[in-house]
Structures are given as structure tokens and as C-alpha cells.
Nanobody, 116 residues
């Protein structure tokens, strides 16, 4: 059973930065894409950023220019660098791995709180 291990969440003041990391508990092959989603209280889970195996990225409009997704293909690790954080970025952030028909996996979530 593959588990995704997330780290890097926490409490930060507005304007601050955090870096999230996500790595699988075992080696995974044939990954199509890796992504970060988030879910704020009372809201639906939404895509924050996604990166394909070829390195193509896409971002939610609300985070463009502030967040950067990257990955280490050798270690199957995905990162989310979050800068200029705003209170509205407060949410539980989830890592997601897409292997297409081979399966999809979610992390357990890490809390990000932006507050003064």
C-alpha cells in the first residue's frame, strides 16, 4: 500500500513563506503527474498546482506568481514553495499522485494557517 508522506505545513504570518514536501513511502513508477490540492473549512477541495512527468505546470489563478511547484523525479518527491502567503491560503493541503489507470493516491493532508 503506497502512502504519501507530507511535511512542511504550519503557522505563518501574512506575507511569509512555507515549503511543502511530499514523498511516497515506497518507490512508484510510471507517474503521470503530481499535484497539490487544498481544502478550506466549508469549501470544496481545489487544485492548487500540478506538474507532469515532463515538467509542465499549471496553477490556480489565486496562487499564480506566488506559489511554485517542482519535483525530483529521481525521488518521486514533489514540492510546493509558497510565498507571499495570505490568510485566504489557510487550508489543509493534500498531495496527489496520478498514475492514470495504474492508480491515484492522496496524502493525509498538512495544515497551513496564515494568520497574524
Amino acid at each position: 500500500q503506497v502512502q504519501l508522506v507530507e511535511s512542511g505545513g504550519g503557522l505563518v504570518q501574512p506575507g511569509g513563506s512555507l515549503r511543502l514536501s511530499c514523498a511516497p513511502s515506497t518507490t512508484i513508477f510510471n507517474i503521470n503527474a503530481m499535484a497539490w490540492y487544498r481544502q478550506a473549512p466549508g469549501k470544496q477541495r481545489e487544485l492548487v498546482a500540478r506538474i507532469t512527468s515532463g515538467g509542465s505546470t499549471n496553477y490556480a489563478d489565486s496562487v499564480k506568481g506566488r506559489f511554485t511547484i517542482s519535483r525530483d523525479n529521481g525521488k518521486n518527491t514533489v514540492f510546493l514553495q509558497m510565498n507571499s502567503l495570505k490568510p485566504e491560503d489557510t487550508a489543509v493541503y493534500y498531495c496527489f499522485v496520478d498514475r492514470g489507470l495504474r492508480g491515484m493516491y492522496w496524502g493525509q493532508g498538512t495544515q497551513v494557517t496564515v494568520s497574524s
